[in-house]
């Protein structure tokens, strides 16, 4: 069964880059049926989608976040990464890595989630 | 910017029918938004309920049903159960890879 997992530093200071990365184990990551995605949550707020990432190398953002977003992949380590630049005290959320399904565009499989506080 | 809609918070009482709804801040919400629901609980991460606007998920009871109700995405629960008090979230993918999450409905179950 298909498994993603979260990792990063929980802490990151304003003005620095939020670097988080998603291992994917239990399956095929190589699979054009899939978009691999990132999606995060305030504290007591809703979800809001960050970006997707293609197999082949594609990339979608959200307009809201798009000048600091880079989303990328490690095939030979079966893992993704998201960059986020500049971050202030408004980034600080739970991030989730996501699988989408390529056909009906939905999320199918989510990480457990994890935290990241953004603060000097 | 595309405002995804959804009610607040809606309550149901054990074994009622409640209706939560999806809509577009302008438009109507059409199948070729494949509209996806998402259960979440405080502190889980969120679980996919429906997707392509009516498919039920792999292990998802029968309760939950979507649907599309005059101009907006619809998730239906009948005979609402204590364990369904959750968040409720709906998406929709639009043109350009654009996925838009709707703010989310606190449903209580009571």
């Known amino acids: 069964q298909l498994q993603l997992q979260e990792s990063g530093p929980g802490l990151v200071k304003p003005s620095e880059t939020l670097s988080l990365t998603c291992g994917v184990s239990g399956g095929s990551f190589s699979s054009s049926n899939y978009y691999w995605g990132w999606i995060r949550q305030p504290p007591g707020k809703g979800l809001e989608w960050i970006g997707t990432i293609y197999y082949g190398g594609s990339t979608y953002y959200n307009p809201s976040l798009k000048s600091r977003v880079t989303i990328s992949v490690d095939t030979s380590e079966n893992q993704f990464s998201l960059k986020l630049s500049s971050v202030t005290a408004a980034d600080t959320a739970v991030y989730y890595c996501?699988?989408?399904?390529?056909?009906?565009?939905?999320?199918?499989?989510w990480g457990k989630g994890t935290t990241v506080t953004v603060s000097s | 910017q595309t405002v995804v809609t959804q009610e607040p918070s809606f309550s149901v009482s054990p074994g009622g029918t409640v209706t939560l709804t999806c809509g577009l801040s302008?438009?109507?919400?059409?199948?070729?938004?494949?509209p996806s629901w998402y259960q979440q609980t405080p502190g889980q991460a969120p679980r996919t309920l429906i997707y392509n606007t009516n498919t039920r998920s792999s292990g998802v009871p029968d309760r939950f049903s979507g649907s599309i109700l005059g101009n907006k995405a619809a998730l239906t629960i009948t005979g609402a159960q204590a364990d369904d008090e959750s968040d409720y979230y709906c998406?929709?993918?639009?043109?350009?890879?654009?996925?838009?999450f709707g703010g989310g409905t606190k449903l209580t179950v009571l």
């Open positions: 302008s438009g109507s919400v059409s199948t070729s938004s494949y």
């Open positions: 996501a699988r989408a399904n390529f056909y009906y565009y939905y999320m199918d499989v």
């Open positions: 998406v929709l993918y639009m043109s350009g890879g654009i996925w838009v």
